[in-house]
């Protein structure tokens, strides 16, 4: 089992960058697909980006294509999202967890960590 610690976020204006991190612990962090998820008030918690247990296959929300870009230290027991280019529309509580397949449904996740906020001013 995979317990993660999700950090980096803060508040960044409009065009800018943020760098989040998830720490993990465990020893089957790297057979683990991993993913980043938001959640703004008020609205339900959607799906950002997964990357596969190696770090080859990756999967994207739309709107973050081009401008986010997740990526994993298996050596570590990290998974980062960069984010680039930031929205307002970014702005929530952004948190990691582990799937067994590059799926974009927050039900077939688990092990969530208690998530880190991100606020991006206009």
């Known amino acids: 089992q995979v317990q993660v610690v999700e950090s980096g976020g803060g508040l960044v204006q409009a065009g800018g960058s943020l760098r989040l991190s998830c720490a993990a612990s465990g020893r089957t962090f790297n057979t683990y697909v991993m993913g980043w998820f938001r959640q703004a008030p008020g609205k339900e918690r959607e799906f950002v980006a997964a990357?596969?247990?190696?770090?080859?296959?990756?999967r994207y929300l739309d709107s973050v294509k081009g401008r986010f870009t997740i990526s994993r230290d298996n050596a570590k027991n990290t998974v980062s999202l960069q984010m680039n280019n930031v929205k307002p529309e970014d702005t929530g509580v952004y948190y990691c967890a582990r799937s067994r397949a590059l799926y974009s449904g927050v039900g077939l996740y688990s092990g969530w960590g208690q998530g880190t906020q991100v606020t991006v001013s206009s």
């Open positions: 990357i596969s247990s190696s770090g080859v296959g990756t």
